[in-house]
Every structure is written in C-alpha cells, then in structure tokens.
C-alpha cells in the first residue's frame, strides 16, 4: 500500500503563484510515474501532468508553459509549480502514484483562483 498526502492549496489571485507538494510513503519500493490530476465541479478530473522515474514529462496543452512538475525520488514527493494561474485552474487537485498495476489517490487540496 501506498499514501499520499498533499498539501499547498489555497486561494490566489489570476497571475500569482503556487506549489503542490504530495508525499508518498507505506510501501514505497518501486514507485513509477508520479502525477497531478485535478476535477473542477461538474467536470471529469482530468491530466495535468505527468513525471516518470527518470524524470520524462508530459504536461495537458492547458498548462504548458505555466505549470512544471517535479519529483524527488529520494523523499518520495513530486510537485507542481502553478504559475500565472487562471480562474479556469480553480479545481480540487489530486496526486497520483503508480506502482506495478496499482493505481494510488492522494485525498486531494483544492486550488481557488479569483479574480
């Protein structure tokens, strides 16, 4: 089993800045892709990026260039780093984890952009 805990949610304003962090632990041996997922009210949650083992990564076209994802292997964590958020970012952010055939959910942080 694995567990994920994120953290680094809030309330911004359009433009500014924030970092998602997600720490596994449990049994953490061999974790492979690493990712941030997110579910705004009344969507599907979707892909916002995602990091391998050996740090090759994919971003949804919505965040390139804005969004960077991120993982320390040895403290199990992977990040995100928003910048220039926008309102359509608002959404309850999810980390996610897979190891072998096994997909693992974090509880989810929500990120707010206002205006």
């Known amino acids: 089993q694995v567990q994920l805990v994120e953290s680094g949610g809030g309330l911004v304003q359009a433009g500014e800045s924030l970092r998602l962090s997600c720490v596994a632990s449990?049994?953490?041996?061999?974790?492979?892709?690493m990712a941030w997922y997110r579910q705004a009210p009344g969507k599907q949650r979707e892909l916002v990026a995602r990091?391998?083992?050996?740090?090759?990564?994919n971003y949804a076209d919505s965040v390139k260039g804005r969004f960077s994802i991120s993982r320390d292997n040895a403290k199990n964590t992977v990040y995100l780093q928003m910048n220039n958020l926008k309102l359509e970012d608002t959404a309850v952010y999810y980390c996610?984890?897979?190891?072998?055939?096994?997909?693992?959910w974090g509880q989810g942080t929500q990120v707010t952009v206002s205006s």
């Open positions: 996610n984890v897979q190891k072998w055939t096994l997909d693992y």
């Open positions: 990091i391998l083992s050996g740090g090759i990564t």
């Open positions: 449990g049994s953490t041996f061999d974790i492979g892709p």
